[in-house]
């Protein structure tokens, strides 16, 4: 059965960064296609960016801009995601979720629909 636990999502100050984790478990090999995903208020869900953590390529879409930065550590299973200067319109639940195609790891695909497994958000509050 497969695990997606993310997390470390807080109330923080306009300017400020934060850093969110992404733990993934169960699938049979650590080469999987992890991405953060968040829905702002009356919003739909935006991919923000991805990773093939086998040889840890990203992805990221043309919104997250030079603020956001996605990283696999050595052990393949905890992936990161970390935001600089924060401001109000980031503030939304963050997804993290994970599927199997390499193929679908690709800039092209990097949609909310391609994800197969989700963790339950992890809040993120930015004020002014």
């Known amino acids: 059965q497969v695990h997606v636990m993310d997390s470390g999502g807080r109330s923080v100050s306009a300017g400020g960064s934060l850093r969110l984790s992404c733990v993934v478990s169960g699938y049979s090999s650590r080469d999987n296609c992890v991405g953060w995903i968040r829905q702002a208020p009356g919003k739909e869900r935006e991919a923000l960016a991805s990773?093939?953590?086998?040889?840890?390529?990203?992805t990221y879409a043309e919104s997250a801009e030079a603020r956001i930065t996605i990283a696999t550590d050595e052990s393949k299973e905890v992936v990161t995601l970390h935001i600089a200067n924060l401001n109000p319109e980031d503030t939304a639940v963050y997804y993290c979720?994970?599927?199997?195609?390499?193929?679908?790891?690709?800039?092209?695909?990097?949609?909310?629909?391609?994800?197969?497994?989700w963790g339950q958000g992890t809040q993120v509050t930015v004020s002014l």
């Open positions: 979720a994970a599927h199997r195609s390499y193929f679908y790891c690709q800039s092209d695909y990097l949609r909310p629909g391609e994800f197969d497994d």
């Open positions: 990773t093939w953590t086998g040889v840890g390529s990203t």
